[in-house]
Structures are given as C-alpha cells and as structure tokens.
C-alpha cells in the first residue's frame, strides 16, 4: 500500500505530464514527405510520316508515396492526348515532345520526334477502260508538229494533248514496228509476210484476263485474218498474224470488225477496253495525202469521241494516235523520228515533253498494258522506259 501512494500522487498532481499507463495518447510517427527526383520521357517510334502516330511514355521516380501523373504537350507541331498519343504535323517537323509531374511542375522529361514527309507514290499510268490506239502511215515529225496547213487537226489534238518529242519508230519498214506494238519484238522485217506468230502479245494478255478488245479495220468483214484485200494491208493489222486470232476463228469472229461497228459501238456505249483502229492506205497517209488523213481522223474518230463520256472530264479515256515509222531516209533508232499524240481526259493538256529519255514503240505497248491493268507487258515492253511523264497523276 505504502508503495502505490507515491505513483497515486503523480497521476493526480500532474495529470497534464503523463498518461499514467493510458496509450491512447502516446505521441505517433509521422509519415515521411513524398518528392519527385526525376521524370523521363519515351515515345515509340521516334520517327514517323507525317499525319503519323507514336506512342509516348513517361517514366516517373521519386521517394515516398509520389504521384506517377503526369501531363503531355508538344510543341513545333502535333497533338498529343492525355495517354501519350502522339499525331504528327502534316509537314516536315523536329518535334519536342514533355511529360510534366502532376505533383512537382518543376520536374519534367522530353523526347524528340523526327516527322518526315511522306514521299509521294511513284507516278503511275493511270487505268483505263477505253484505250483506242489509230494507226497513221510513214511521217516523219518534223513534217507533222506545227504544219497546221497539213495536219490542222492533228496539231489541235497535240494543243490538247500530250506530245512525245522524243519517240522513234524501231525499223523500216512498217511490219516490224506493228510487231513491236503489239509483241514487244519486231518479228520480221518482210513487209509481204504473212506469217501467224506464236509469241506473247497484248491479245493473249488480254484474252487470259477477259479484258475485251476489238480490232476496227476499213476494208475487211467480221472475223476476216486473210490477205491484202483492196484498200486493205494485213501488216496493218497484226493482229490477224498472232495465233491467238488468227488460228481460232472464233476468236476472230469476236474481235476483227468492219470500221463500221466502231461507230455503231461508240453510239451504243458498248465500245471494248481496248480498240485498235486501221484506216485503210488511202486514209492513214499511205497511199492518200496528209490532208485527207487528218480529216478522216478527226471526222471518224476524234469528233465522235469527244462526245463520249469517257473522253470527256472525269472519264477515263485514253486515245493514241501512232506513226508506224518515220520517211525511209530517217533511220534514227531504226526507224526514224515519229510524232505519237496521246489525248483524254487522263493525259496532261497541252503537255510537250520535258524528259530527255527516248521513246519508242515498246514503250507504247507498255503504256497500253499499264492502262489496261495487264500483267507483265511482253519481251522488249516489260524493260522499256514508262511514259508516265504524260498523265495526269492523282
């Protein structure tokens, strides 16, 4: 008893300095602050195409109980989310990119995002549905570009259209640069052959893929692969020398038409992908006068198409007017300096050409394949210069 009074006294006299074994108000720890030492940024990729994205990350470290909050913003371009999402500019740009600590603005991390502007598509032979290819006759261009005495018309489809300056025919005489536009090889070099080829050609490219075409000649009946008849040369239209055509009459029969159904087809709308059009000798500048085959071009085929709707804005036509070689006494590049016109909707108005590459008539079968979506153009075509200088590009 004597032993308990002191530790009694205590308690009652100083109430205020003990608890006098009551722990509820014993002194607690405190929690230590928290602080942000560092924030770092991270965006994947670091570079990207413009209109591009890349995902951005922050890294946050600190002591204690810290916030891992942060917010984003960019600056020379861009936009970035609250996740760190990061669109490109629509132009060229270095691009800064900071993550800010929510809880400690003064720590910050970036990133640097290089923005490349997106190489523009390799140019292409725009796709068509109505390629027509008109066959003219032994003119050389320095005898056709800018003689509107001559060749008015012609010179109007040039002002309109596109003008290879620097295309040549590849031999003399005629029947070789036929084979060229339709094979890809000159075959023969005997203008009184008759001989059917097998070889690979844009017919047999467009039979195998179901693209339709018709062959219109002046002269000849439906479905006929003979001779010379008439006004008619058969090395004008080597299509009738290609065994795809010319061994299945069938074939023959569906695609070797009078020049009359051209007219009649264009009328109908029910003209094919591909038209390949033979005046006779006495109207594509063979045997008749210049004059009397730029009026029968313009007559017979330019005129009518222009009222076609695919010659027209928005459609997709594409007319080749060809020269088969130039006069015999120009033997550049094998069959002289020659002056094609391509004209349509699709091709670049009033352009001259501006490259220095040549041309010849394997370009042109490649240009016509392109067109028409064909695979692989045949022999010298697949490897020759593109001629997509002339059209219009999207």
Not at 90 to 107: F, M
Not at 216 to 231: C, D, K, R
Not at 302 to 324: E, I
């Amino acid at each position: 008893m004597k032993t308990l009074l002191p530790a009694l006294v205590t308690c009652l006299v100083l109430p205020a300095l003990t608890s006098c074994g009551d722990k509820s108000n014993a002194t607690q720890p405190q929690t230590a602050a928290s602080t942000i030492t560092s924030v770092a940024s991270l965006c994947t990729p670091s570079t990207v195409a413009t209109s591009a994205t890349s995902q951005c990350t922050a890294t946050v470290q600190g002591t204690g109980a810290f916030s891992s909050a942060v917010s984003w913003s960019v600056t020379s371009g861009g936009t970035i989310n609250a996740s760190g999402l990061f669109t490109a500019p629509t132009t060229a740009a270095s691009v800064d990119i900071a993550a800010t600590s929510a809880q400690d603005p003064t720590k910050s991390g970036s990133a640097t995002i290089t923005v490349q502007a997106t190489p523009a598509p390799p140019p292409q032979i725009p796709a068509s549905q109505h390629v027509i290819l008109v066959m003219e006759e032994n003119q050389s261009y320095s005898t056709i570009v800018g003689d509107t005495s001559v060749w008015p018309n012609f010179n109007n489809l040039i002002a309109t259209g596109a003008l290879p300056t620097n295309y040549y025919a590849n031999s003399h005489p005629s029947i070789g640069n036929y084979f060229m536009l339709t094979t890809g090889q000159l075959l023969t070099t005997d203008d009184n052959s008759t001989t059917v080829w097998n070889v690979d050609n844009i017919a047999r490219r467009m039979l195998s893929t179901g693209v339709s075409f018709r062959i219109y000649a002046e002269g000849i009946t439906q479905g006929y692969t003979g001779g010379n008849t008439g006004l008619y040369l058969i090395r004008h239209n080597p299509f009738a020398m290609l065994s795809d055509i010319a061994d299945n009459q069938q074939v023959a029969n569906a695609t070797i038409w009078p020049f009359s159904q051209f007219a009649t087809d264009l009328a109908n709308n029910a003209l094919p992908a591909f038209s390949y059009i033979v005046p006779d000798v006495n109207d594509d500048a063979h045997n008749g006068t210049p004059q009397q085959a730029d009026a029968w071009l313009e007559a017979n085929v330019v005129t009518p198409l222009s009222a076609n709707s695919a010659f027209q804005t928005g459609g997709d036509g594409l007319l080749v007017v060809d020269f088969d070689e130039a006069e015999d006494s120009d033997n550049t590049y094998g069959g002289g300096h020659v002056a094609p016109v391509l004209w349509g909707p699709i091709v670049q108005p009033g352009y001259t050409q501006t490259s220095t590459t040549v041309y010849q008539h394997q370009s042109m079968l490649r240009t016509m394949t392109e067109a028409l979506g064909l695979p692989n153009p045949p022999a010298a075509a697949a490897t020759a210069p593109n001629m997509t200088e002339f059209f219009v590009q999207k």
